[in-house]
């Protein structure tokens, strides 16, 4: 509906702002009363929608047209501003304008979307003095002082708003009632032009369809002419790839039996598979779960899964009895289908993983221990004392910490050189191993720095008594070495960082005393 006009004073806003901002939560309540009450969009809306999302971003000839609906609009109102916008349920995009920008904003901050809701054009010729809109920030001076604005629907037959023809001023502006009627006009012939854009693309596409239709008729005929003399050639072709194939297949009947498999299944299975045909109850040797234990349930096997219905990815099995040679698969698969829909079968693919998952064991071990001594290395080392604190959060058993530093380990480097240097570190690596539990963990730190976590044994006199014979390790072998040995007692309020420095500054401080 028209809005009765209202006057105030002319004030300017940004150069190019377009009639977009948020509103005050009265008025997006109101919003949310109105647009309640909307049709619901109909297909021929959402391909006119999609006909101005292609007119925003291509060169067709209907954007040069909608552009001069643009300049006619504000020519039309006598605006200096004028834009097209596109109105899609969550935000309003700007298209084309004159003296407008290109923007995006949510639908419930867009002017256009609070006034297309109602019928007919909506103006107002001081939007300032209009309480519905005063406290806009493009009107309030917040963002901008819009005072004159106008908006025409571009409402299909169905009676969906797909978008608008708005114009505004930063100055007050009156409308008559025949410059009303041509701003709807205008509203009118934007949507005619989109709706003659997507016609066009319609048939564009249709044209396209039917000539890629012909084209694959075409190619269909000539592939069946070529499948009746290939055929021959084709399974032969068929059965060499079926066995060049470097991981293993299994094709079943419905009932999940094995009926073909490749060269590489039937070395594995040995005499289980005799000229093509399944001989033992089962094509391979025992199976477990990924941990190598759990036995696999029969109903479980990737074979019977997939006849069932149910596409298997990468399930990880064990095959092999336990303490013998063993070999991990991923097993992939799904059913197969008549061209009724009926499962007819099945085929799982069976990739042996058991080398990479070796790789993947032993990367894991250089990544986490020290590569001259094996020892665990820092990460190892602050997970191993995470595991200590929850410990003692758990159980109240405290844990006992020693750092350890070899003293006069540079002399040796620089005197004896660095592979006495080495042998030293592994001699200190022993001689800590040998003085803890099976449970305990020995660390180094890097350089000459080891350290020792003991849990469940926190007190100062369990850390005095493991210093002494850490001390007596080291001077036992043939080589006496000597360190400066710091101990600290785990706190409920620790972190692995913070327990692992106080028993470093402890170390540095008994250091500091020899000297």
């Known amino acids: 509906m028209r809005r009765s006009p209202v006057r105030g004073t002319a004030r300017s806003s940004e150069p190019g702002a377009g009639p977009l901002s948020p509103v005050s939560p009265t008025a997006a309540r109101t919003e949310d009363d109105v647009t309640a009450t909307l049709r619901p969009i109909t297909a021929r809306s959402e391909l006119q929608r999609a006909a101005l999302r292609e007119l925003g971003v291509g060169e067709a000839p209907e954007q040069a047209e909608l552009q001069a609906v643009l300049r006619l609009a504000a020519t039309v109102t006598g605006a200096p501003h004028a834009a097209l916008n596109l109105l899609d349920d969550d935000q309003q995009v700007t298209l084309l304008g004159v003296r407008a920008q290109r923007r995006r904003v949510p639908r419930v901050e867009s002017l256009c979307a609070r006034t297309s809701s109602r019928p007919g054009v909506f103006w107002g010729a001081d939007l300032s003095t209009d309480p519905d809109y005063s406290g806009n920030p493009f009107v309030d001076g917040r963002i901008g002082r819009l005072r004159f604005y106008a908006s025409a629907p571009m409402r299909t037959a169905d009676g969906d708003?797909?978008?608008?023809?708005?114009?505004?001023?930063?100055?007050?502006?009156?409308?008559?009632?025949?410059?009303?009627?041509?701003?709807?006009?205008?509203?009118?012939?934007?949507?005619?032009?989109?709706?003659?854009?997507?016609?066009?693309?319609?048939?564009?596409?249709?044209?396209?369809?039917?000539?890629?239709?012909?084209?694959?008729?075409?190619?269909?005929?000539?592939?069946?002419?070529?499948?009746?003399?290939?055929?021959?050639?084709?399974?032969?072709?068929?059965?060499?790839?079926?066995?060049?194939?470097?991981?293993?297949?299994?094709?079943?009947d419905v009932h999940g039996v094995p009926t073909r498999v490749n060269r590489i299944v039937a070395?594995?299975?040995?005499?289980?598979?005799?000229?093509?045909?399944?001989?033992?109850?089962?094509?391979?040797?025992?199976?477990?779960?990924?941990?190598?234990?759990?036995?696999?349930?029969?109903?479980?096997?990737?074979?019977?899964?997939?006849?069932?219905?149910?596409?298997?990815?990468?399930?990880?099995?064990?095959?092999?009895?336990?303490?013998?040679?063993?070999?991990?698969?991923?097993?992939?698969?799904?059913?197969?289908?008549?061209?009724?829909?009926?499962?007819?079968?099945?085929?799982?693919?069976?990739?042996?993983?058991?080398?990479?998952?070796?790789?993947?064991?032993?990367?894991?071990?250089?990544?986490?221990?020290?590569?001259?001594?094996?020892?665990?290395?820092?990460?190892?080392?602050?997970?191993?004392?995470?595991?200590?604190?929850?410990?003692?959060r758990r159980d109240r058993s405290p844990a006992v910490v020693v750092y350890v530093d070899l003293d006069g380990f540079k002399q040796i480097n620089d005197t004896a050189g660095h592979a006495a240097g080495d042998a030293a570190l592994l001699r200190t690596a022993e001689a800590l191993r040998s003085v803890v539990r099976p449970g305990d963990t020995v660390g180094r730190m890097g350089g000459d720095e080891f350290v020792v976590v003991c849990s469940g044994i926190g007190t100062a006199r369990d850390a005095e008594d493991l210093v002494v014979r850490i001390e007596a390790a080291l001077a036992g072998g043939e080589t006496v070495l000597r360190a400066s040995c710091g101990t600290a007692l785990s706190r409920p309020t620790d972190t692995a960082e913070s327990l692992l420095r106080r028993a470093d500054e402890a170390m540095y401080a008994v250091k500091h005393s020899r000297r």
């Open 161 to 252: 708003v797909i978008g608008t023809i708005c114009a505004w001023d930063e100055g007050v502006r009156e409308l008559s009632p025949e410059q009303v009627d041509r701003l709807a006009d205008l509203a009118e012939v934007a949507l005619a032009l989109v709706d003659r854009h997507r016609a066009a693309r319609e048939a564009d596409r249709l044209a396209g369809a039917a000539h890629e239709a012909r084209i694959r008729a075409e190619e269909e005929r000539a592939a069946a002419e070529a499948a009746s003399a290939e055929l021959a050639r084709a399974r032969a072709f068929d059965r060499a790839l079926f066995d060049a194939l470097s991981v293993g297949v299994v094709v079943s």
């Open 267 to 392: 070395a594995w299975a040995g005499d289980r598979w005799d000229g093509g045909q399944l001989v033992a109850a089962q094509l391979l040797e025992e199976l477990y779960l990924a941990d190598g234990v759990t036995p696999l349930d029969p109903a479980d096997a990737p074979l019977v899964r997939v006849v069932d219905g149910e596409p298997v990815r990468d399930v990880e099995l064990v095959a092999g009895p336990p303490g013998g040679p063993r070999r991990i698969t991923l097993a992939t698969g799904g059913p197969i289908h008549d061209a009724d829909g009926t499962i007819a079968g099945g085929v799982i693919t069976i990739r042996d993983i058991t080398e990479q998952r070796a790789l993947e064991a032993r990367l894991r071990e250089a990544a986490l221990h020290d590569p001259l001594t094996c020892l665990p290395n820092r990460a190892l080392v602050l997970d191993r004392l995470e595991q200590a604190l929850r410990a003692q």
